[in-house]
């Protein structure tokens, strides 16, 4: 058995620690997105693969034998690329997919389908909004210079903003319900823009807007091509035929 993890989420990170502790070959796949990735208990690869036949290439070449997708449940084409590549040619894949974010009932809340929504559905007046979806789509933004954005980045950025009136914090999480409260007053946020990434690595933001009553407007996965599903490691584990470790 050889696995191909995708990675770059908390979740994958802990699942090739499991990998690991099982005396499982593997190899570990960063997108390259982030300067200093997380450093993992297996062989690493950072980069793309050059699309579905890229991908298909390199599973053959590196003798890969099943294909785990614990990528951020917004990494549509990398995800696209698994299901494509890996069907075509009778590879084992299975996606860790944690569970999304569910409003409660009091939550100021607001389902939005893109990110462009989600930039439409902030107020014309001045607002103090934390703009948590990374670095790639802040430019979209823009549109709405008249609010003040707070930006939580894992890497300073090489270029300019595109934004006027911002504010940016390096940091790499998890970030506990204490650090965001502590943010997000300190900042005077109003509003929460965020990715529905769900599971509990992320999901202190969302806790201290219901505890503030901020505004969150959140953003709806994009649709993903039907994959076998893992809810946990532990499950991803047994499709494999191991066990996790306790306390993995």
């Known amino acids: 058995m050889r696995v191909l993890l995708l990675g770059g989420t908390t979740e994958a990170s802990q699942l090739a620690q499991a990998l690991k502790s099982a005396g499982i070959e593997t190899v570990f796949s960063y997108a390259g997105r982030t300067n200093a990735p997380v450093v ?3 062989p690493t690869r950072v980069g793309g693969f050059g699309g579905v036949a890229g ?3 390199y599973l053959r070449r590196e003798k890969i ?4 997708d614990a990528t951020h449940p917004f990494a549509a084409q990398m995800s696209t690329n698994a299901h494509f590549a890996c069907t ?8 860790l997919e944690r569970p999304a974010w569910q409003p409660h009932s009091g939550d100021d809340w607001h389902d939005v389908a893109t990110i462009e929504a989600a930039c439409a559905a902030l107020p014309d007046t001045p607002a103090h909004v934390f703009l948590a979806i990374g670095k790639m789509h802040i ?15 894992v890497d300073a950025p090489q270029t300019p903003l595109p934004l006027p009136n911002a504010t940016v914090v390096i940091a790499r999480g998890p970030f506990d319900t204490a650090d965001d409260t502590a943010l997000m007053q300190a900042h005077g946020i109003t509003h929460v823009v965020a990715k529905n990434a769900g599971g509990c690595g992320a999901v202190a933001k969302v806790e201290v807007a219901r505890k503030l009553g901020i505004a969150m407007i959140m953003i709806a996965r994009p649709f993903l091509p039907d994959t076998l599903i893992a809810p946990d490691i532990e499950t991803v584990m047994r499709w494999l035929g191991h066990e996790a470790l306790r306390g993995v």
């Open 40 to 42: 993992q208990p297996v």
């Open 55 to 57: 991908l298909r290439a």
């Open 65 to 68: 034998t099943h294909v785990i």
């Open 88 to 95: 075509t040619q009778g590879q084992a894949l299975i996606r």
């Open 139 to 153: 430019h979209k933004f823009a549109q709405k210079p008249q609010h003040h954005y707070l930006l939580r980045l």
